[in-house]
């Protein structure tokens, strides 16, 4: 398997392997990566996947998807890394993703049982064992530095924590975070995660970032990289939970399901797609927005339009407060019919010139709903509670404010005989002032975070300083 970039002039490119864009992220044209062509799944070999799931388990069912995928990695090693990560003791169950019935033709896939309560553990798990494997294959060590508001940073600290040849420089706004939050990142005590508290926003820490990734010789030096959710991996590990939530909720190949998911920047539902696109039966893609509604706007109209800071809204679902959609690009070159000059166009040039681009007037647009069965609805603050609440009342279930997003457009978007499956993204004691004001009560904790905000902290405040977060790496580096 040879994958290419989405900005990629057709017949122009090299393919590249698995492994060289595995430690990668944006392509060298600005692009993202995706493979060829998607792999095509027989009947048989849906029926095969069935077994595999029931009777081996999600990790032998993630190393028969992956396969498909990675051809440079010995296959009895990529099947040892799939056992290492998926195990019912880092994601509290032998299914791994169960599912819930909530009512009549409506399942919940439990996706946030890892060591972050988010959906994010999903990919970023098995991500710091591939980074492991491959940095120790090639003798090399990665510094990963990011900037986190939340739930990206401590999904990749818990997946990078003892890792070896992995460093995680975390930045995050001092002071921003949930109690909760802080807790979770500022108690692991690993020698290789450096917490980093910077005295600004969430932008001043994504500023620094920048700042280090545009200074070439640095980042060259001291081996910088990052694990954002480009990242083609963590792309395709959440691609085996479509699978597994399928085989779950149907017994026979000739049944479709749709999936709604809460979305943000197009991970998640991007591997949806995938999914589809290698022929899982599925009918609908329902994409859930909360008040940053770039995505939803664009599959009503066909119209993308990236907003402004002063237009992104900080909501009760923040992990889906997003300006723009990052993976978004990926979907939009195979609706171009995977036309990389056109896609080009697009992105870098009428986005960072208008900052929007139009596809609502030509006839391709009405593929993404018709050939590529994408449909999309908002939830507000209103909304999420409503939805939280009536769930609690009908059903005794918490869930929490990005899957109440997901659950209320899929409520929308049901359609006689078709199971729909709303993906869980995050649990409520996550986010429990809202799930107060919804429900008046506290969300349940699970027993192995009970008192983590009483728990040391391990975390250096620092000003919004480039030369400063270089002087700590660089130090890092020299032990
Ligand atoms: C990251 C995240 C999302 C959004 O996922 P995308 O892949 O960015 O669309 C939704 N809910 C939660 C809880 C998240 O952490």
Redesign the pocket.
Known sequence: MKYISTRAAAGSSEGKRFCEILLEGLAPDGGLYLPESYPQISDATLSQWRKVYHEQGYADLAFEILSLYIDDIPAADLRALCAKTYTAEVFGTGEIVPLRHLEDGVWIEAL?NGPTL???DMAMQLLGNLFEYELARRGEELNILGATS???GSAAEYAMRGKKGVRVFMTSPYGRMSPFQQAQMFSLMDANIFNIAVKGVFDDCQDMVKAVSNDLEFKRKYRIGTVN?INWARLLAQVVYYFAGYIQATERNSQKVSFA??????????AGHVARMMGLPIEKLVVATNENDVLDEFFRTGSYRVRGTADTHETS?P??D?SK?S?FERFVFDLLGRDGARTKALFADALNKDGRFELGTDPIFSEAASRYGFVSGKSTHANRLATIKDTWERHGMVI?T?TADGLKVAMENRANGVPMIVLE??LPI?FAATIVEALGREPERPAKFEGIEALPKRVQVMEADVAAIKALIAQECAH
């Open positions: 946030s988010a959906f994010k939340g739930d990206t959710s998911v809460p979305s943000g920047n197009f991970g998640n539902v991007c679902s992990s889906m997003i959609a993976n929490d990005h993204t995050a996550k």
